[in-house]
């Protein structure tokens, strides 16, 4: 059974940073895409950052030059460095995995593996 379980998350002030990590087991993800979205209150779960089997990323542009995703094949694991925090980067975060091999996507319907979510709040 496929399991992707992020962890990281937590409460930090406007302009600090925080570090999330995703976790995959059940299978390996070397040849397919990652991506992390967020989900805030009342609104739909938005593309934040995506990273393709050879390291290709794509950013939205709101967390461009702040959020950072990265991979370490070896660990099965995927990550999100989050800098420069504003309050209206609070939500629920999610990282996904595709579960075709070699394509990358910036949409919820390009991924087949959901993490349960980590709360990220920051405050003003």
């Known amino acids: 059974q496929v399991q992707l379980v992020e962890s990281g998350g937590g409460l930090v002030q406007t302009g600090g940073s925080l570090r999330l990590s995703c976790a995959a087991s059940?299978?390996?993800?070397?040849?397919?895409?990652m991506g992390w979205f967020r989900q805030a209150p009342g609104k739909e779960r938005e593309f934040l950052a995506a990273?393709?089997?050879?390291?290709?990323?794509h950013y939205a542009d709101s967390v461009k030059g702040r959020f950072t995703i990265s991979r370490d094949n070896a660990k099965n694991t995927a990550y999100l460095q989050m800098n420069s925090l504003k309050a209206e980067d609070t939500a629920v975060y999610y990282c996904?995995?595709?579960?075709?091999?070699?394509?990358?996507?910036?949409?919820?319907?390009?991924?087949?593996?959901w993490g349960q979510g980590t709360q990220v709040t920051v405050s003003s």
């Open positions: 990273i393709s089997w050879t390291d290709t990323t």
């Open positions: 996904a995995a595709d579960g075709t091999p070699y394509g990358v996507g910036t949409t919820t319907s390009h991924y087949d593996y």
């Open positions: 059940g299978r390996t993800f070397s040849r397919n895409a």
